[in-house]
């Protein structure tokens, strides 16, 4: 969610189950709107909260030129000092999903993780990570699996520059409704042609990013309408705590998790 706006997003946050207090927001502007001038970023969003024994994790994304490619990530505890996150290697990635124990709020502790798919003897059965790795590696694959936007929200200029879109009016009730409205923020993992196949209105400008109704398996996604609809909110069942909502034919819309970093591995499941 766009810092600047956190004011007028709140009622569109707190009426969906969660809470987003008036001493969180001016916290959450006056230290970000200092992260932005210091490292002169185009954009600053909140992404979210991560849940912590001793202390919780916010984290928040700047935006130089590029709003895919020049994507950074940082995290605080204390909304004084915000710090980097390092790059996630697949390998944490992978040892992140397995850990069940929840954050401990300190970025240096040294977490030990069991594979127990794996032989007793394996040398690859008992690795270890920091909780800063963990948590870089948990926010890339809920960025990965559910960070979203609308359709329109980010254009692709003719240089091949990703930019949030100035003149964006947000969609028609009507689209606002249908699950191929909104796409991943990720570079695309589908054909090329996905989006031409199944669209009469396709638009390489728009339409190059993976729809979120191509996801496996079909209702995943939990899209909802309020304030008689002109408000959509999207869930992910496999990540309890993302919610993105958009209120409709306006630019109004905005990402945010707030959760303990667990995803739901049991989704195939319960559908």
Same mark, same amino acid.
């Given at each position: 969610?766009?810092?600047? !706006?956190?004011?007028?997003?709140?009622?569109?946050?707190?009426?969906?189950?969660?809470?987003?207090?008036?001493?969180?927001?001016?916290?959450?502007?006056?230290?970000?709107?200092?992260?932005?001038?210091?490292?002169? #970023? *185009?954009?600053?969003?909140?992404?979210?909260?991560?849940?912590?024994?001793?202390?919780?994790?916010?984290?928040?994304?700047?935006? *130089?030129?590029?709003?895919?490619?020049?994507?950074?990530? #940082?995290?605080?505890?204390?909304? +004084?000092?915000?710090?980097?996150? /390092?790059?996630?290697?697949?390998?944490? +990635?992978?040892?992140?999903?397995?850990?069940?124990? /929840?954050?401990? $709020?300190? /970025?240096?502790?040294?977490?030990?993780?069991?594979?127990?798919?794996?032989?007793?003897?394996?040398?690859?059965?008992?690795? #270890?990570? *920091?909780?800063? =790795?963990?948590?870089?590696?948990?926010?890339?694959?809920?960025?990965?699996?559910?960070?979203?936007?609308?359709?329109?929200?980010?254009?692709?200029?003719? =240089? $091949?520059?990703?930019?949030?879109? /100035?003149?964006?009016?947000?969609?028609?009730?009507?689209?606002? +409704?249908?699950? !191929?409205?909104?796409?991943?923020?990720?570079?695309?993992?589908?054909?090329? =042609?996905?989006?031409?196949?199944?669209?009469?209105?396709?638009?390489?400008?728009?339409?190059?990013?993976?729809?979120?109704?191509?996801?496996?398996?079909?209702?995943?996604?939990?899209?909802?309408?309020?304030?008689? $609809?002109?408000?959509?909110?999207?869930?992910?069942?496999?990540?309890?705590?993302?919610? #993105?909502?958009?209120?409709? *034919?306006?630019?109004?819309?905005?990402?945010?998790?707030?959760?303990? $970093?667990? !995803?739901?591995?049991?989704?195939?499941?319960?559908?």
């Amino acid at each position: 969610m766009n810092v600047h !706006k956190l004011w007028e997003y709140k009622e569109y946050v707190n009426v969906n189950g969660m809470m987003m207090t008036s001493e969180l927001i001016s916290l959450l502007q006056n230290s970000l709107t200092l992260l932005q001038a210091e490292n002169h #970023f *185009t954009h600053v969003l909140y992404w979210g909260q991560v849940y912590a024994v001793d202390v919780d994790y916010h984290i928040a994304v700047g935006i *130089t030129n590029d709003a895919m490619a020049d994507r950074k990530y #940082f995290y605080t505890t204390d909304f +004084k000092f915000w710090s980097l996150l /390092p790059k996630s290697k697949q390998k944490y +990635k992978l040892l992140s999903l397995l850990t069940t124990y /929840p954050f401990r $709020g300190d /970025p240096s502790l040294k977490i030990k993780v069991l594979d127990e798919s794996l032989e007793e003897n394996h040398p690859e059965r008992c690795q #270890f990570m *920091t909780e800063e =790795n963990r948590l870089a590696a948990t926010i890339n694959n809920i960025c990965d699996e559910a960070e979203i936007c609308t359709r329109g929200q980010l254009i692709k200029q003719p =240089n $091949g520059t990703v930019v949030i879109n /100035p003149s964006y009016s947000g969609l028609t009730s009507a689209e606002a +409704k249908q699950l !191929k409205s909104y796409l991943h923020i990720r570079p695309a993992q589908q054909r090329w =042609n996905t989006n031409l196949l199944t669209r009469q209105d396709y638009n390489y400008s728009m339409d190059f990013l993976d729809s979120i109704d191509q996801d496996i398996p079909a209702g995943c996604w939990n899209l909802s309408l309020e304030q008689s $609809g002109s408000v959509t909110y999207l869930k992910s069942l496999y990540w309890p705590g993302m919610m #993105f909502f958009h209120k409709v *034919t306006s630019p109004d819309a905005g990402f945010l998790y707030v959760g303990d $970093g667990r !995803k739901n591995l049991d989704v195939p499941f319960l559908l």
